[in-house]
């Protein structure tokens, strides 16, 4: 809890960028959870005529999170694109997200859940697969060992923080796409 940094038991949105060191433009976004949170408590949180007024003890609403890089990544989610060497069709690149799924979820401590997206390359022959799983990168060996079972492959794994940037991308020449959740 933050004490009472003056004689002030309330505060405006500018008075606040200096105590938790975050600008108004941030602050106002903050402000629209806040505002449903404390609706109902007047005593806490209300409008003046042109700025809201805090109390000071609900200050620690606004504060900035900051994560570390291993944090950051245990909520993130991987992206891994499995680029078989040949002809292979959407049936065989299905069965091999199948079998590495399965094998996934032996030994994640966790329930495994993909979302798959089978493509056909930029000149039109060969089939390969995008899948964002909630596994981490710890993983990455595991994955590239299966794909690289039945025959040789490109795989990319990596750590991706905004899953929203890249669903965008993965639509883009779609042949089929799923969700496996395994337990």
């Not at 960028?17 to 959870?33: F, G, H, N, P």
């Not at 065989?92 to 799924?101: C, F, W």
């Not at 390359?121 to 697969?129: P, R, S």
């Not at 794994?157 to 799923?178: F, N, P, S």
Request: glycine share 2%; with cysteine; aromatic share 10%.
């Amino acid at each position: 809890m933050y004490k009472k940094i003056t004689d002030k038991e309330y505060y405006t949105l500018k008075d606040l960028e200096s105590i938790v060191d975050l600008k108004t433009r941030q602050l106002k976004y903050r402000m629209v959870a806040v505002k449903k949170k404390y609706q109902n408590n007047k005593k806490l949180l209300w409008k003046g005529t042109k700025s809201w007024n805090i109390h000071w003890s609900i200050i620690f609403e606004f504060d900035r999170v900051k994560l570390s890089n291993k944090e950051r990544e245990m909520k993130s989610n991987t992206l891994v694109t499995i680029n078989p060497d040949g002809n292979y069709d959407i049936a065989y690149n299905l069965e091999l997200l199948n079998n590495l799924m399965k094998e996934l979820s032996m030994v994640a401590p966790i329930p495994v859940k993909c979302l798959y997206f089978i493509e056909q390359g930029e000149l039109g022959d060969k089939y390969h697969i995008h899948f964002v799983t909630n596994l981490t990168t710890d993983y990455s060996n595991l994955i590239r060992r299966h794909a690289n079972c039945y025959t040789d492959t490109n795989t990319d794994v990596r750590c991706i923080h905004e899953e929203w940037q890249l669903l965008e991308y993965l639509h883009k020449d779609v042949r089929a796409q799923g969700e496996l959740i395994l337990d």
